[in-house]
């Protein structure tokens, strides 16, 4: 157990749905990341927030938005989302936040886009 | 911004033997240089980490060098054992200012018994 959790592990669901998934570190850090992992692809950073704050959004569709209502907690709002968004969608947490350092993950939630 | 290169073929030893695994960078040298292990279906595990000023770091069964000259960074383990296959990634600061780690692909490791 690395101190984060994510909620669903695996979610399948239609172009047309709108779910959520759902971050909790219990570490007591200051930032907290969503990562897309797809096959054979290097992990890719999505969003970063540090001390509830939006810091980085890496061009990321409007079809995916976060939200962050305390340092504890990350969602990831998903809506009309593509066949290519498929993926392993990771959380991961750490204390430095924008000064770097290492960090805590989750253990991803599974998606499928039917 | 920076590119990481990892030895995309996977790297198949035996038992025992010393597993080396390698990452290069293109441009600036990193303020950090991390290593992680990642099991499949899982999220990365951080194993170790090394600063710029730093040529090697130790942890157990594990070593990193880091040598800015080459631009290259080493991972050793050594007695290595089947528990240790797995994906390893290296991650550095994409740069800009920005001191969020980036991944590599990372080298899958597969230790026959």
């Known amino acids: 157990e690395t101190g984060v959790t994510q909620t669903p592990r695996h979610l399948v669901m239609g172009m047309t749905n709108k779910k959520s998934l759902k971050c909790e570190q219990h570490l007591g850090h200051n930032a907290m990341y969503w990562y897309k992992q797809s096959a054979k692809k290097p992990l890719e950073l999505m969003f970063v927030y540090n001390f509830k704050e939006q810091t980085e959004n890496n061009s990321v569709p409007s079809r995916f938005s976060p939200e962050c209502p305390n340092s504890s907690h990350l969602f990831l709002h998903l809506h009309t989302l593509q066949p290519e968004d498929s993926a392993l969608y990771l959380c991961?947490?750490?204390?430095?936040?924008?000064?770097?350092?290492?960090?805590?993950f989750g253990p991803g939630t599974r998606l499928t886009v039917t | 911004s920076q590119k990481i290169e990892q030895n995309s073929e996977a790297l198949n030893i035996q038992e025992g033997k010393t597993a080396t695994l390698t990452c290069n960078y293109t441009?600036?040298?990193?303020?950090?240089l991390q290593w992680y292990r990642q099991d499949p279906g899982r999220g990365p595990v951080f194993l170790l980490l090394?600063?710029?000023?730093?040529k090697e770091k130790r942890k157990e069964r594990l070593k990193v060098t880091f040598d800015t000259t080459l631009k290259q960074s080493l991972f050793h383990i050594t007695a290595s054992q089947p528990a240790d296959s797995a994906t390893y990634l290296c991650a550095l600061p994409y740069g800009g200012g920005s001191y969020i780690p980036t991944f590599g692909r990372g080298t899958s490791l597969i230790v026959h018994p």
């Open positions: 441009n600036y040298s990193p303020a950090y």
């Open positions: 090394i600063r710029e000023n730093e």
């Open positions: 991961a947490s750490s204390q430095e936040g924008l000064a770097g350092g290492e960090q805590y």
